[in-house]
């Protein structure tokens, strides 16, 4: 089950985002709001996967807010101005519903949000992931990946001679990967069975580096000896 909120100035425009919600047997709508502050404030005790937004409204665009929401909340925005398409893909909106839009429309966008967080959650069998990268999907093999660095809101996926940047924290993508993934540092995550040499500060991959902190040191050295992978 997907849950969302929506906040959007015009009650009119959230009586219909109510309306297609409850229709949706697969989304559960727990709250609407006209006030943008108070939506963060929910946010902070009731975390959700969607977050329907409208863009124009007043004391905080939907543009602004969104860049305060939750990393891993997912966003549609609604809106009836049209020239803002652009700029809210940039921000990785995962659709932009124009007003007025009917149920069908508004069922395909929660459609691609299931898939999205299905994705997202679920390790694939045959020993790989799936991450979106701009406007596509892309299959990672767990053998091909060398380590996970976090940058900012984003995480580059290293392979030997690729890196795939994707909107996600290192705890969300911690979550997604197999055990023989392990931290090094606060921003790396890296993978025991690539590595082949162990220093201090760092390990090395065949075409790469990635650094250690002291207080991960210690357990990335057992780990290793346990795995006899080094």
């Known amino acids: 089950m997907i849950t969302a909120i929506a906040i959007d100035d015009e009650p009119m425009a959230l009586e219909v985002i109510k309306s297609h919600a409850s229709k949706v047997p697969f989304l559960s709508l727990k709250d609407t709001f006209t006030n943008a502050i108070k939506a963060l404030e929910y946010l902070k005790d009731n975390p959700v996967n969607l977050i329907f937004l409208d863009?124009?409204?007043?004391?905080i665009s939907g543009m602004e807010?969104?860049?305060?929401?939750?990393?891993?909340?997912l966003i549609v925005?609604?809106?009836?101005?049209?020239?803002?398409?652009v700029l809210s893909f940039e921000l990785d909106a995962i659709d932009y519903l124009l007003k007025p839009f009917n149920l069908s429309r508004f069922l395909k966008a929660c459609q691609k949000a299931q898939e999205l967080i299905s994705l997202k959650n679920g390790t694939q069998s045959n020993g790989s992931i799936f991450i979106k990268t701009g406007y596509e999907q892309v299959k990672i093999h767990f053998d091909d990946l060398?380590?996970?660095e976090a940058n900012g809101n984003y995480v580059n996926f290293h392979l030997e001679n690729q890196k795939i940047l994707s909107r996600l924290t290192l705890a969300e993508t911690e979550k997604m990967l197999p055990a023989h993934f392990i931290k090094t540092h606060?921003?790396?995550l890296v993978n025991l069975n690539k590595i082949i040499k162990l220093e201090r500060h760092q390990v090395s991959f065949k075409t790469k580096v990635a650094p250690i902190s002291g207080s991960y040191y210690d357990l990335l050295n057992d780990k290793l000896n346990q795995s006899h992978s080094f």
């Open 55 to 59: 863009i124009k409204m007043p004391d």
């Open 65 to 73: 807010l969104a860049s305060l929401l939750p990393n891993d909340s």
């Open 77 to 85: 925005f609604t809106t009836a101005y049209s020239e803002h398409a």
């Open 146 to 148: 060398l380590f996970c």
């Open 186 to 188: 606060r921003s790396f």
